[in-house]
């Protein structure tokens, strides 16, 4: 048979437990517990909604459809800044070892705030103006994004290895961090290559 | 004077009138906004925008609920998108109504969330005084009938170990 002071001690255990059940609900009011992994999210869909069918052969003057969406999940409100930008085979691209964004100049810009968990999805339009084949180089004017005409003036090389004349359509994401009082690249894009093709014309 | 010349300077009065009234008009719409306009409403809207910015993520911190301002802040700053990109393109005219129209959405958003986050401290104090309230009651209530129910129990022990018989151990 146990002893009376191991019945005791089980006692005041059994007190002791309770104690914080009661006191449980006021610590958790005043302590924070830390939260899990602090990350952003972007992606981008075709014309479905989906990860597949995204423009690829694109031809002047016909308008393709992509959705771009952005989640949250920092802990709290953020502040977000997309930007647009158009390039070719040989321009610059983020690195994503290095942490760095494009240094070409954005075309576009989206601005979104999201509370904690939150998701921004935007049907994003585009097609493009004055597409023009001479030889080994195909010259794009304007790109038309959400109906807004923005000039290009994009020239791209013939790549023999893929055959085609590609640019890249690509999203860059950036942070407002209040620190240093301005918006960061957040580390994250998101972008399509498309294969700039001549209208197939019927033979008369 | 006669009723005539009355009459002709009554009327050139009026179209005097008329005329500078159509030449404001026209002059307040057909004003062209410049790059340096463009950029400094622009640069206004952006700091606007911040500063609410900050006061609502102070809000959000505090607990209060943010949704119909981040709401606002959403649509000011699709504004201000709007408004770098049409002055990329040299639309300044356009650039400056956006950044204006930018402006005038989060009017108000500092002040909107000082007030919630207010509401949502002096909430969150009372639910934290009544919580520590209840707390303390529980724990008082748990003393004293831990202290009878120590009495209870010790005297269960002591009852059940008194009716133990001894047990017999055989001898050699």
Known sequence: ?204 | MSFATKSFVKLAVSAIIVFLALALTFSYSAHAYTSDEATSKIAEADSKILQAFSAVTDATEAGANVSSLALRLNEAGGLLAEANVVFRIGDYDNATLLAEQSISLVDGVVQEAGSFKTMAESERLSRLGWAALLASVGLSLLFVVSLFGWRFVKNRYFKSVLEMKPEEVAGN
Request: charged letters at 15%; proline letters at 4%.
């Open chain 1, 1 to 204: 048979m146990m002893s009376i002071g191991d019945l005791k001690l089980v006692y005041v255990a059994s007190v002791v437990v309770l104690s914080l059940i009661i006191v449980a609900p006021t610590l958790m009011m005043v302590v924070t517990l830390p939260g899990g992994e602090r990350f952003s999210e972007l992606w981008l869909l075709g014309q479905n909604r989906m990860a597949e069918d995204y423009p690829f052969n694109v031809k002047a003057n016909e308008t393709y459809t992509v959705y771009l969406g952005l989640g949250n999940h920092m802990g709290g409100l953020e502040n977000y800044l997309v930007y647009v930008k158009f390039r070719n085979q040989t321009e610059s691209s983020p690195d994503s070892m290095n942490g760095t964004s494009s240094v070409l100049e954005p075309l576009s810009e989206y601005r979104v705030f999201l509370g904690d968990s939150e998701v921004w999805e935007k049907e994003i339009t585009f097609s493009f103006e004055g597409i023009a084949f001479d030889g080994n180089v195909c010259k794009i004017s304007n790109l038309v994004l959400d109906g807004l005409v923005l000039n290009v003036d994009k020239v791209a090389a013939w790549d023999s290895a893929t055959n085609g004349f590609y640019c890249q359509l690509f999203f860059e994401l950036w942070l407002y961090n209040a620190a240093p009082s301005g918006f960061q690249y957040h580390n994250r894009f998101v972008g399509i290559w498309l294969n700039m093709t001549i209208p197939f014309q019927n033979p008369k």
